[in-house]
T-cell receptor
Framework: GESVGLHLPTLSVQEGDNSIINCAYS??????FIWYKQESGKGPQFIID?????DKRQGQRVTVLLNKTVKHLSLQIAATQPGDSAVYFC?????????FGKGTSLLVTP | DGGITQSPKYLFRKEGQNVTLSCEQN?????MYWYRQDPGQGLRLIYY???????QKGDIAEGYSVSREKKESFPLTVTSAQKNPTAFYLC???????????FGPGTRLTVL
């Protein structure tokens, strides 16, 4: 029979295009946000972070945008490559720990 | 995975058994964390420790126990009281006062 499970939102992009992954957070008092990349069977890998006193932060090929008004975070990846295929998680600081979203699966096609 | 090691990579447990997952870090980080990840879901906090000999429950601590006798080590025991222990377990650490957590490679636990 058919198995029932949770399905991650999936974003499919062509190699070389830009990718935008979105995330909504819940706590308006959160002051720190972070993006992780997780490849299958591995631990999450830090990509980029941003504090609430900033709207934008750039890294190598990645940019994070923070809109505190609507509690929205986005990760932009420039010139997406096959190695970027993974699940991407946003997280907000919650006390001493991090509160993670469910993740978005990014699939890069040739 | 930046100086955080977890062992074993795969672990199989019979129902009713306790098992202990190892987490070691050589980053001189004060804080350490344990998360659980189920398929298609985000990470949920089990326990965390800000300093040696002190630890706090996270959101899903029932059926788990930890110890923090050394700064570099934070083992997690999955007890028989945990009704659904099959999952991917991730350990993380961060330096004192810092927000960025760095993760280990994970341990996949399967109950037979």
């Amino acid at each position: 029979g058919e198995s029932v499970g949770l399905h991650l939102p999936t974003l499919s992009v062509q190699e070389g295009d830009n990718s935008i992954i979105n995330c909504a957070y819940s706590n308006s008092a959160s002051d720190y946000f972070i993006w992780y990349k997780q490849e299958s069977g591995k631990g999450p890998q830090f990509i980029i972070d941003i504090r609430s006193n900033m709207d934008k932060r750039q890294g190598q090929r990645v940019t994070v945008l923070l809109n505190k008004t609507v509690k929205h975070l986005s990760l932009q990846i420039a010139a997406t490559q096959p190695g970027d295929s993974a699940v991407y998680f946003c997280a907000e600081r919650s006390g001493y720990a991090l509160n993670f979203g469910k993740g978005t699966s990014l699939l890069v096609t040739p | 995975d930046g100086g955080i090691t977890q062992s074993p990579k795969y672990l199989f447990r019979k129902e009713g058994q306790n098992v202990t997952l190892s987490c070691e870090q050589n980053l001189n980080h004060d804080a350490m964390y344990w998360y659980r990840q189920d398929p298609g879901q985000g990470l949920r906090l089990i326990y965390y420790s800000q300093i040696v000999n002190d630890f706090q429950k996270g959101d899903i601590a029932e059926g788990y126990s930890v110890s923090r006798e050394k700064k570099e080590s934070f083992p997690l025991t999955v007890t028989s009281a945990q009704k659904n222990p099959t999952a991917f377990y991730l350990c993380a650490s961060s330096s004192q006062g810092a927000d960025t957590q760095y993760f280990g490679p994970g341990t996949r636990l399967t109950v037979l």
